[in-house]
């Protein structure tokens, strides 16, 4: 039976029996002892307030609490003879322990209780291995984090390079991110698929120094998402920020007439001229950005009040959920096209015979279809009544969660996390024409369903079922025109000049979507597309989907070991379809081999495949856990089958004969984990790490079918390697917690990675016929330490201060590194040079100043308070880079540095009390404060690179030296090297509304 049909009876049969419940969990433990004596008492009743959990003290007074989701709760002790007693403001974090210990009072008074305020360590004891836990409240007011991945980026160890996050030195892909106990990740690419926004998460917890043997196919790091489930009580906010202040102009488009800016003296020529202007008036600091954020949990209506109505009241209180989005169109603050042109309609121009056209024949016969209606990609209609979208970038995130607390014993959860993008790609050669830039849009989402069901009260289990979808399309052109298709580029459209007068052709509207041309008018200008389309441009669909079947068992068997042991399966379903160089044509199909890819004739590069990969793993670990020590052993077991369709292509390529495909072996690993954390005081704790982690290589590296037309000899066809080891590391870490006041915490830790088994390619075959193969040959090792300071909020302000020191060195920073054209076959480079993100110092620091309600002061008659400030400082010094790719690898390869990084951002919020527990609120954001310039990357394919540039004039043999701004990466200094994408966003002022309860 079809892997596919037998997960979807599995997940009928569990939605049939029940309906949900939460996620991850933590666990409270402690002791209740009588107050007078210190005695132990055996007996005592311990619940958390607002859910069925709770356990009784055993002889010794111990007692354990297990499955309590994160979050905030007061926990109760009562026994009868004795006082009740409340703890409130206890925090519970995924997979870690939160110690609650009771005193109490002996009274022959009944309904007599104690209030404690219970104060949250900042040492946790039982952490045996670098994790950051970061509760909803703390990501909500950090200025410039939108999403988890925002947030993310500022965690020590961490490095932000583009979309692409590092840790602790590894290679992007190298962190898999958890959303509700299952991985989201898309396997094509080990990439993170899904913008979770941030108010759609309870706690993120991010794991940097070791893992747990429930984590696998991981090499560098843990994002694990633990979703808002809703509360007893109704929660909710709404609210809109703009950078559009309604007076002045926004900041002008570089358009066609655009290079009238260079004029014809590229060594005179201002910085300025390369960016894009600023606006006018109060849009000065404008990205023309709109964006809205809700959220609304609670109590579920229809069970909660419609069914009691009706007399039906076995549901009530029993079912919560929980709804978040974001919504964020903006323009960007790179260049980009007029926002007022476009074309309605089109028509299409066919043969008569209705055949479709190959690209550039012109049929004698011929006729136009009827009118169609444009679609624009990057513009949708909400509801039927709005548009939504239209400009540079535009985001949608959303998240929604339905939680059953069936009974004491039985929970059951389902969440559904989603994104969706549309966006257009800067692209500075099309400086002149940006409606033809590349486009990307995609949706992808994850749905988690959770089954919770308690044996014993210390022992439960949790089957989780899980479905991930991404789906992404790239193509190239006309944003503000036609969508393209197959039928749109191999057929003539008519209208199309109506919003493109620099086409191809005489302007009738015949254009190869593939087509591309150069002006030789201004040699300075050289380099850039003035009509056509980019004859490099990329077309491809991407359809990546993973279902998961999860089983965990946790049992607290004694008092000092808590076991836990699963299972997983995973079934991908993977489809990809990709064209690059489409402006390469052949006339005849000639593909060796051939594929099944639509626009037979484009592409020097073609890579269509179906794939259908699983994997398994198993894994148990125990929690040992003593006063003074306290120990996580693991064992993990992984296996990888590529599928059975897979085979090793070398041979095929080389001979045509399909007989001689060899079928490619099942791999199958073990990894053990071991961390030790020693508490040497009630204040301060010792841990260690080693473990052992191993990652498949992203499944494009095992696929790949790069075929190539046989015209183009000069260039070699790429083929996956289905036979691919694991990546593997080997990490060891070491760390120190001290609390040295009741509100501050620091933090040391060292760490060393060896890595192994990374990805390249190598050259194979005969002279006459060679190709290239990914194969497991390069290597790095990262090390360093970090440090952090924090302060627990008190006398109106809180603090957390975090400092990297790193070296990420490794043998190539991507596979492209090792083919032959960069010179690496001729010098095989065979030590270690610093990585592209080997930055080498990393501080990120947040200060948040609060008033809250009733502790402000009085200023001109009024109360000041319900205010905060929020300040957050990032710094980064300069990246390496190499000026010369040309010459000896090993001696030159990243070994210059651009200027450091740095911004300050801020977030100011005033809440004004409306009604009751409902709130209007005032934000004013401000983006990188200083407006300061900062380099983010060098021109690529350059034979020589500098900060500060030499330029000599041809004509005059004026030497002129250009020491840029900030360190301006120039190139050799030629308008084609004045890239404003090397540059991070300038100056941003957002200012926002909205209400909360």
Partial sequence: MDCRKVFVILFVIFLTVTQLFAGTTGKIAGRVVDAATGEPLPGVNVSVQGTTLGAATDLDGYYTILRVPPGTYSVVASMIGYKEVVQTNVVVSVDLTTTVNFQMEATV????????????????????????????????????????????????????????????????????????????????????????????VEEVEVITGGYNAEYGNIQSGVVNIVPRMGGTSFTGRIAYFTDDFGSGFFPADVLNDAEERFGTDRFHVPNEAYFKPRGTGLRANSFNTDRWEFNLGGPEPFTNNILPTLGINSLKGKVTFYLSGTAEMTDGYLPNERQDVKLDHYREVFERTNEVQEPGEAPEVQFEGPPKKVRHPFLKRVLGIADWGGRF?????????????????????????????????????????????????????????????????????????????????????????????????????????QIDPFQVGPGDGDDEFFDSSYTDENPDLAGFFRTGWNGASTWAKHTTQVYTIKVDVTSQISRHHEVKGGFEWKYNDLHNEQIDFGGNKVPQRRLIPPDAGPFITSGALRDFYDRFPNTGSAYIQDKIEFESLIVNVGLRYDRFDPGAQVFEEGEVFLTADTTKRTPVNTKNYLSPRLGISHPITDRSTLYFFYGRFLQIPSLTNLYRRQNRFRVFQNQLNTFGNPDLE????????????????????????????????????????????????????????????????????????????????????????????????????????????????????????????????????RFLGTTIDRMGLNIFLRYGSGLPFTIDEDADPSATINSARLPYFMTLDLRFRKDFKIYRNLLASFYV????????????????????????????????????????????????GTARDMDPEQFGAPRQILLGFGFRF
């Avoid at 989603?418 to 989402?445: A, C, L, M, V």
């Avoid at 900062?934 to 030499?950: A, G, K, M, S, Y």
């Fill in 925 to 972: 954001d401000v983006n990188n404060l200083f407006n300061r310039r900062n380099v983010l990357f060098l021109v690529p394919d350059e034979q020589h690179r500098c900060i500060e540039c030499t330029l000599t004039d041809p004509v005059t043999g004026e030497v002129v030296v250009k020491h840029f701004a900030h360190g301006n990466p120039a190139g050799n």
């Fill in 726 to 857: 694991a990546e593997e590391t080997i990490s060891y870490e070491v760390g120190f917690d001290h609390q040295f006041t009741d509100d501050f915490k620091i933090g040391v830790t060292g760490f060393f990675k060896d890595v192994r088994n990374q990805i390249n390619v190598e050259i194979f075959g005969p002279e006459a016929a060679p190709f290239r193969k990914f194969v497991n040959r390069d290597f790095g090792s990262d090390r360093g330490f970090e440090i952090e300071i924090k302060k627990r909020f008190s006398h109106y302000w809180s603090a957390d201060i975090n400092y990297t020191l790193m070296w990420a060195t490794t043998r190539s920073s991507t596979f492209p590194r090792g083919i032959g054209a960069l010179g690496v076959q001729a010098f095989p480079n065979l030590r270690e040079v610093p990585a592209d993100w080997d930055q080498r110092h990393t501080i990120n620091a947040n200060i948040n100043i609060e008033i809250p309600p009733g502790q402000g002061f």
């Fill in 109 to 200: 008074v009944t309904g007599e209780t104690v209030t404690v305020v219970a104060e949250r360590p900042l040492v946790i004891k039982d952490l045996t291995s670098s994790s950051i836990k970061v509760a909803s409240q703390e990501i909500e007011d950090i200025p410039g984090v939108l999403s988890v991945t925002d947030a993310v980026e500022l965690m020590p160890g961490v490095i932000g390079e583009g979309e692409e996050i590092h840790v602790r030195g590894g290679r992007s892909g190298e962190v898999v991110y958890y959303i509700d106990g299952i991985a989201v990740n898309d396997p094509l690419f080990n990439s993170e698929i899904i913008d979770v926004n941030k108010y759609t």
């Fill in 393 to 497: 970038l535009n985001n949608l995130s959303y998240s929604a969660s339905l939680n059953f607390n069936i009974d004491a014993t039985h929970k059951a959860s389902i969440t559904y996390v989603g994104s969706q993008f549309w966006r257009d790609d800067y692209r500075h050669t099309y400086k002149f024409i940006p409606h033809h830039t590349q486009q990307t849009e995609g949706h992808n989402y994850s749905t988690v369903f959770t089954w919770t069901h308690t044996l014993s009260p210390k022992t439960f289990y949790q089957v989780r079922l899980g479905y991930l979808k991404n789906f992404r399309l790239t193509y190239p052109g006309m944003r503000n025109g036609i969508k393209l298709t197959p039928f749109y580029m191999n057929n003539r459209i008519s209208g199309l000049e």
